[in-house]
C-alpha cells in the first residue's frame, strides 16, 4: 500500500480515477466497452477507490460503460458524471442501477467567467440550481459530490457560499476543480485553507481536488490541496486527460508513499502501477514521454557516468524509489557516450565477461569511439568490444532478417513471408495474423519457438512526415526478467521485426 500508516495519526487520502472519463475525453483515445472494462478491472485490482465511469447522458457509449463497469466492479465506488439537470441526473442514476456502491457526481460553473458567459445566469441563479440539483440527486442515492467547475477562479467567498449551500443540501463530497489549471500551489491550498476556516458545515463532506496540468502544476497543486484539507484527489493514469490533462495517480500516490514525513496514506498496490500505466497506454493510443515521472520509459534510466557510478554503488545515491515498488523489473543503466567504466564494467559481466581493469582500459576507449557514432551499444556491441573480432562477432549475429514481404490492405487477409538467417542457416516460414506487423510476428514466433511474454510494443514517429522513421520499443518477458528490444526503420514492419528479434536474441 502507498505510504500504509505507520501510526493512527496517518490520514487516508481517498483516490478517485477519472481515466475513463475525463481521461477518454482525448482526442482519439476513445475505447470500446470491452477495453474500458479491461481498465476497470486494472483500476480495481491496483485499489483505487472510487472509479469514474463515465457520462451517461452524453452518448449511448458513456451509459453502456457505466452499466457494465458497474456489474462488475465490487469493491470501488462507481461515479458518473451529470451537469446539474434532472434528465442528467435521472439518466446517471438509472445508470448506476447495478452499482454496489454508487456516486451521482453532478455540479455546474462558479466561476465569474462560467456564470457570466456559459450561463448568462447571476450568482444567486447558480446557487439556487446548486441546491436544487444536489437535492435532487439525492434523492435517487446517498452519495452525492458535487463539482464547482472554475472553484479555481471563483472569488473565495462566494465558493464558500457554494460549498456551504451544496452540504446544506445534501452533497456528501464537494469536489473543487482547477478546470483551466490557472491556479499556482500556493493559490490552490490557500483556497482550500479559506474554505476550511469560512464554510460552517465544511467537516460534513470530503473536499476533492480535480486539478488540471495546464501550466504543469496538477500534482503539485493536487498536493498543496492535501496539505490544506483535500482528503479525495482525482487523477488519472499517465495523467491523461483534457487538453494538458489531470493530475497524474502514479505521482500523487508515489509523492504520499514516497515522502514519509507527509502524514497521508492511500489504499493503492503501487507494485501495479507500471502494469496499469502500459494497459491505458496501450488501449488509448497514448504513448507516455519517455521522461514521465514514475513510468516513463527513462525514468529509472541512468545514463552519465557519474549517476552510473553512483546506483551501482548504493541504488539510493540516485534513486528515490525504488522500481520493485511501482513493478518495475529494476532501474536500467543505459550505455551512452556519457557512460563511464563502472556501467560497462556492469554490463560485461551481465554478459558474463569478467575483464581485469586493464582489459577494461582498452575496452573503454573502444566503446567511447562506438557510443559517440551510434548513440547506444547494444549487448552485440559489447560482445565485440570484449575482445572478438567486429566483422566475426557481426557474421555469428545469431539471427538476422534476409528477407520480408508482407501482403496487406483493405478487405486483404495480412499475410507474411519472411526468412531468418539463424546460426548461419536459412528458414522459411509463412503465417497470417490481425494486421501486417501480427502477422510478420507470427512468422517469426514459427522460427523462433522461444516463449516470452509480450509486454510492451510501441511504435513512435519521430517527426511527423509520412516519409518518417518509426522507432519501435518492445518488451518481452520470460521467467519474471524483462528483455527489451529496439529497431528503426521507414518500414515500420521490418522495424517491429527486428525489435521482436532483438529482444527475443537477449533470452535466448
Ligand atoms: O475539469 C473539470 O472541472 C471537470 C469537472 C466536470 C469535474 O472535469
Ligand atoms: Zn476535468
Known sequence: MAGTPADSAEEKIIIFDTTLRDGEQVPGSQLNTVE???????????????????FPISSPGDYKSVVEISKIVDKPVISALTRAREKDIDVAAEALRFAKRGRIHTGIGTSENH?????????????????????????YIDDVEFFCEDAGRTDN????????????AGATVV???????????????????????????????????HCHNDLGMATANALAGIMNGIRQVECTINGIGERAGNTSLEEIVMILKCRK?????????????????????????????????IVGRNAFAHSSGIHQD??????ENYEIINPADIGHSDSSIVLTARSGRAALDHHLRRLGYVLTPEELEVSYKKFLVLADVQKSVSDE?????????????????????????????????????????IDGEKHLATAAGNGPIDAALNAVRQLIQQKVT??????????????????????????????????????IITASVEAYIDAVSKVI
Open 36 to 54: 474500458k472494462l479491461e481498465v476497470a478491472r486494472a483500476l480495481d485490482a491496483m485499489g483505487v477507490d472510487v472509479i469514474e465511469a463515465g
Open 175 to 209: 469536489n473543487l476543480p482547477d478546470t483551466t489549471g490557472y491556479c499556482t500551489p500556493y493559490e490552490y491550498g490557500e483556497k482550500i485553507r479559506y474554505l476550511k476556516e469560512h464554510v460552517p458545515n465544511i467537516d460534513k463532506a470530503t473536499l476533492s481536488a
Open 381 to 421: 556491441d559489447l560482445r565485440n568490444l570484449a575482445g572478438s573480432d567486429k566483422e566475426a562477432v557481426e557474421d555469428a549475429r545469431r539471427i538476422k532478417v534476409d528477407y520480408l514481404q508482407v501482403v496487406c490492405g483493405k478487405s486483404a487477409i495480412p499475410m507474411a513471408t519472411i526468412r531468418l538467417v
Open 454 to 491: 509480450l509486454e510492451e510494443f510501441l511504435i513512435q514517429a519521430i517527426t511527423r512526415g509520412t516519409d518518417d522513421v518509426g522507432k519501435v520499443h518492445i518488451q518481452v518477458e520470460n521467467k519474471g526478467k524483462v528483455y527489451y528490444g529496439f529497431s528503426a526503420n521507414t518500414d
Open 157 to 168: 467567498a462566494y465558493l464558500a457560499k457554494v460549498v456551504e449551500t451544496v452540504i446544506a
Open 310 to 315: 553512483g546506483v551501482l554503488k548504493f541504488r
Open 115 to 139: 456564470i457570466r458567459y456559459k450561463f448568462n445566469s447571476t450568482p444567486e441563479q447558480i446557487l439556487e440550481v446548486a441546491a436544487k440539483m444536489t437535492a435532487y440527486a439525492r434523492k
Open 261 to 293: 514525513d507527509l502524514p497521508f496514506y492511500t489504499d493503492i498496490d503501487t507494485t501495479k502501477i507500471v502494469k496499469t500505466s502500459r494497459l491505458v497506454s496501450n488501449l488509448m493510443r497514448m504513448p507516455v514521454q519517455p521522461n514521465k515521472a
